[in-house]
């Protein structure tokens, strides 16, 4: 008895009556400049785990790298102006915006070791690939009839 008169007491209490724009705050919609993918890449002693990675066009692209070896090691990719340390026990990451459609290399100088990452075109769908509205498939009237009519 005494909870629920302590539940209706904080049901209509004006302290816990949240206004329109207080709830309009708490959950607004959150918007993000360009959407972001977040690729983990492991140097092994056989090369790069994985070694192709993709992303769209338009896209942040945020690269986790470690190592799994002592022997130093890196990551560097074509055209990107990136170059990441491998260190094992060690993350190290960075953002790159990819706009432009391609596939890119990453390697290591130092290893021979080498991977791709493949930036789709992003293209919005044509008209002529829209699915048509679906019509009627039959004739039948719309009205109910026994079973002995059909």
Same mark, same amino acid.
């Given at each position: 008895?005494?909870?629920?008169?302590f539940?209706?007491?904080?049901?209509?209490?004006?302290? @816990?009556?949240?206004?329109?724009?207080?709830? !309009? *705050?708490?959950f607004?919609?959150? +918007?993000?400049?360009?959407? %972001?993918?977040?690729?983990?890449?492991?140097?092994?002693?056989?090369?790069?785990?994985?070694?192709?990675?993709?992303?769209?066009?338009?896209?942040?692209?945020?690269?986790?790298i +470690? &190592? +799994?070896?002592?022997?130093? *090691?890196?990551?560097?990719?074509?055209?990107?102006d990136? @170059?990441?340390?491998? *260190?094992?026990?060690?993350? /190290? =990451?960075?953002?790159?915006?990819?706009?432009?459609?391609?596939?890119?290399? @990453?390697?290591?100088?130092?290893? /021979?070791?080498?991977?791709? %990452? +493949?930036? @789709?075109?992003?293209?919005?769908?044509?008209?002529?690939?829209?699915?048509? &509205?679906?019509?009627?498939?039959s =004739?039948?009237?719309?009205y109910?009839?026994?079973? !002995?009519?059909d």
């Amino acid at each position: 008895m005494l909870k629920s008169i302590f539940f209706i007491f904080l049901i209509t209490s004006p302290y @816990f009556v949240w206004s329109e724009s207080k709830i !309009d *705050q708490v959950f607004s919609k959150k +918007t993000y400049p360009k959407p %972001l993918r977040e690729v983990s890449i492991i140097v092994t002693e056989d090369g790069y785990y994985p070694d192709k990675v993709f992303a769209y066009e338009g896209e942040l692209v945020k690269f986790f790298i +470690t &190592s +799994t070896v002592e022997k130093p *090691q890196c990551l560097v990719l074509q055209k990107h102006d990136v @170059f990441l340390s491998a *260190q094992k026990g060690k993350v /190290n =990451e960075t953002t790159v915006a990819v706009d432009t459609s391609g596939r890119f290399r @990453f390697y290591c100088p130092s290893a /021979n070791f080498d991977g791709h %990452l +493949t930036v @789709f075109k992003k293209e919005s769908p044509k008209e002529s690939e829209v699915l048509p &509205s679906r019509d009627i498939a039959s =004739e039948k009237p719309s009205y109910w009839l026994p079973r !002995d009519y059909d």
